[in-house]
């Protein structure tokens, strides 16, 4: 029997290359987000909305009739804001959070009955290195990437007498439409902060333009269904791996001067 995959943020980005090379490999690849993608695919799809109780509810519903098990649930939905925090509004902070945080979480939460009829399912959560190194105006986004990862460990914990194994995969910078579609700050430059808004945008943009192609992060996310254990984290990437061992070797004094110089 084939397994069944269900992923968010299936209409682009890391969620849509998942999807695409996941089904040519044979899976029973279900992708799902608010609208369908531009792109053509062949796999199933189902629009679902992860911000909003009662779509979630209706999705969980017609996917029960459709299959009788889920082996993998691959969290990917995911978004971005950026700017200062003294200029941002408390209703962008709950958005980017309702959604990169409360979407997975509302997700998993509701389909946890059909994972656990799985012997051994996986719930593999996408966050960022940018969870493990804060980005200077773009703290939101560094803050509900943290938040995934320790949902993930938690989690982890609580479901492994189920044989539901758990992991947080950390991409570092990545190009897709992601950087396109990231929510832009009201205020990009002024006599307060100067031009170091706008500055850290572009390096953020740059770095993503130059980034690793989504596919490289497919590929772990294939590697690990089919691992025997799962890791607690897996970074993608030499150069992030780097930065994260050394972010945690090093004195967060010196990490917070180094990413001020580069970011800040």
Not at 215 to 230: E, R
Request: with cysteine.
């Amino acid at each position: 029997m084939n397994k069944t995959v269900v992923i968010s943020g299936a209409s682009s980005g890391i969620g849509f290359t998942t999807a695409e090379f996941l089904h040519k490999k044979g899976y029973n690849v279900i992708g799902l987000s608010r609208k369908y993608p531009v792109e053509k695919y062949d796999f199933k799809y189902l629009l679902c909305d992860i911000t909003k109780d009662a779509d979630v509810d209706k999705f969980v519903d017609t996917l029960g009739k459709m299959i009788d098990q889920v082996d993998v649930l691959i969290n990917c939905a995911g978004m971005g804001v950026s700017g200062a925090i003294e200029y941002s509004s408390i209703e962008e902070a709950k958005k980017i959070f309702d959604v990169n945080v409360f979407g997975q979480i509302r997700l998993t939460k509701n389909l946890m009955p059909l994972i656990r009829k799985s012997k051994n399912a996986r719930i593999i959560n996408i966050g960022s290195v940018a969870g493990e190194i804060v980005i200077p105006f773009q703290t939101f986004y560094s803050m509900t990437k943290a938040a995934v990862s320790i949902f993930s460990e938690g989690l982890r914990i609580e479901l492994a007498p189920f044989n539901i194994q758990v992991t947080t995969v950390l991409p570092g910078d990545i190009k897709t439409n992601f950087t396109k579609n990231r929510e832009m700050p009201n205020v990009i430059e002024d006599d307060i902060y100067k031009d170091r808004i706008k500055k850290s945008l572009a390096r953020m943009a740059k770095d993503e333009e130059q980034g690793m192609h989504a596919l490289v992060v497919t590929k772990v996310i294939f590697k690990l269904i089919n691992k025997k254990t799962l890791p607690v984290a897996k970074t993608v990437g030499f150069q992030y791996k780097l930065f994260v061992l050394l972010k945690r070797i090093l004195p967060k004094r010196l990490v917070s001067y180094v990413v001020k110089k580069m970011y800040g």
